[in-house]
């Protein structure tokens, strides 16, 4: 969505300009998410890039037109690739606000409640989020930060089935 816009090319421009008009600091967001899809381009695609009509914060409060990111932080656990599904919210204050991102598990998946990097609510917290300093943050140094916590302890883990026995590695690839 994203790319196109910047080329000028149709589609999604009105759908992506009405983004960009909720957003106090346009240019740096859009600089924030181009630079962070360069260098991170199968993480989360900008193809697959939404733009919500509302998102509702925890506390309640409710926010239109936010920017959500689809995909995943691929991670090595022992010795094993897993790309492990996420989604980062943009609120209307990033990037002076710090992205929102929560873990969001295939069938099969649950939360790995020995991992400190998620809530109960699959949030991501602690570590980079937690110190999120503008205009020094970026989305680029919040995904190495996640590969690195999530290397260790992985927020996400395939369900146990009552005779033992795993589910498929649905969580696996790259």
């Not at 925890?58 to 239109?64: F, T, V, W």
């Not at 691929?74 to 609120?91: E, R, S």
Request: aromatic share 10%.
């Amino acid at each position: 969505m994203v790319s196109r816009f910047l080329r000028g090319e149709g589609g999604d421009r009105e759908e992506f300009a009405a983004l960009l008009a909720a957003y106090p600091c346009q240019r740096e967001v859009l600089d924030q998410v181009v630079s962070f899809e360069a260098c991170h381009p199968s993480a989360f695609p900008l193809a697959r890039a939404t733009l919500e009509p509302s998102y509702t914060y925890d506390d309640g409060r409710e926010e239109l037109c936010v920017v959500q990111l689809h995909g995943g932080v691929t991670i090595m656990y022992h010795g094993q690739q897993y790309k492990l599904p996420a989604v980062i919210v943009l609120p209307h204050g990033f990037p002076r606000e710090a992205p929102i991102v929560r873990m969001t598990p295939r069938a099969g998946m649950v939360r790995n409640e020995r991992s400190s990097c998620v809530d109960c609510s699959l949030r991501v917290v602690g570590g980079y989020i937690e110190k999120w300093e503008y205009p020094f943050s970026s989305l680029e140094r919040l995904y190495v930060d996640m590969k690195e916590a999530f290397g260790k302890s992985p927020p996400l883990r395939q369900r146990q089935h009552p005779d033992g026995v795993h589910g498929d590695r649905g969580g696996r690839g790259g």
